[in-house]
């Protein structure tokens, strides 16, 4: 059960969640729910935990925005399913879900922009929109000026050939003071660690894990199953302004948890992609 005590707490999360058109909120948060609780007792052997949903809305969406107009309130006949409502913090950029047992989950607001060398960049712990197709250290630059954590996830065949070398000279430059790498819960457990991810660790960059659900309906299940924990007691009414503190802080242990995708389900989600995008043209 997650608690709200502020007693010897552990918080966990996902940094690289999306909600899709084709997924169902309730299984959503259901299996969110399930799969911090199972994480956290495997690591901690303890459940008094606080879960964080990291969101990341691509271009033409704003998920956040629209779990916002559900929290009028925190009434239930403003709710879109049965087993949960959604609530305001005091800060714009976060809400929380909680369900009929009284257990919640954090939802931080954030972005996925595609730049201009095509690399995926995150924009954490911001309610801001970004313009797509940007320079990506423009964009980096932008994240920052407008409050949030800019982190360059690992995507399948998004780190090689002319975007790996755009990445390596990012690296090389080590000019941007908050900057993270993110590992990703697609990644099969079959290849060895990408090597920009083994660099970063070289010169100390902080590197988030997330799931990164595709848009596939079974992928509804997967948020909060690939992530970080730190030991901490996390604001209820600031969680975005406390989290990307923690985060900042060089002092704050990331432990990142969760097991990588099998060779079988790799190989099935990159053919359901390709079947899907062939259907859309």
Not at 156 to 166: A, D, E, F, P, Y
Not at 190 to 208: M, R, V
Request: aromatic share 8%; glycine share 8%.
């Amino acid at each position: 059960m997650i608690s709200t005590s502020k007693k010897n707490q552990v918080i966990i999360a996902d940094t690289h969640v999306h909600i899709y058109d084709c997924f169902q909120l309730e299984e959503f948060l259901d299996s969110a729910l399930n799969n911090f609780t199972l994480n956290a007792k495997q690591l901690t052997s303890q459940d008094n935990f606080t879960p964080i949903l990291f969101l990341a809305d691509i271009k033409g969406k704003d998920n956040f925005c629209q779990l916002q107009q559900y929290s009028q309130q925190g009434d239930i006949n403003n709710s879109p399913i049965n087993n949960w409502t959604f609530h305001n913090t005091q800060e714009k950029l976060s809400l929380y879900a909680r369900n009929q047992n009284n257990q919640i989950i954090f939802l931080i607001a954030g972005r996925q922009i595609v730049t201009a060398e095509k690399l995926e960049v995150l924009a954490l712990i911001t309610e801001h929109t970004f313009a797509e197709g940007l320079p990506l250290e423009v964009t980096i630059k932008q994240i920052i000026t407008a409050g949030g954590i800019p982190v360059l996830p690992w995507g399948v065949g998004k780190w090689i050939g002319k975007r790996g070398k755009t990445l390596s000279n990012l690296l090389k430059k080590n000019i941007h003071s908050i900057l993270f790498l993110g590992d990703n819960g697609n990644r099969p457990g079959f290849w060895s660690q990408p090597f920009y991810l083994q660099i970063a660790k070289k010169q100390g960059l902080g590197i988030l894990p997330g799931t990164d659900p595709l848009p596939l309906a079974s992928e509804s299940s997967r948020p909060g199953s690939f992530g970080f924990m730190i030991q901490g007691n996390l604001n209820h009414e600031k969680p975005g302004t406390h989290i990307k503190q923690m985060l900042l802080d060089s002092k704050t242990n990331i432990q990142a948890y969760g097991s990588l995708e099998s060779p079988w389900k790799f190989i099935r989600n990159q053919l359901a992609m390709k079947l899907a995008s062939k259907e859309k043209k």
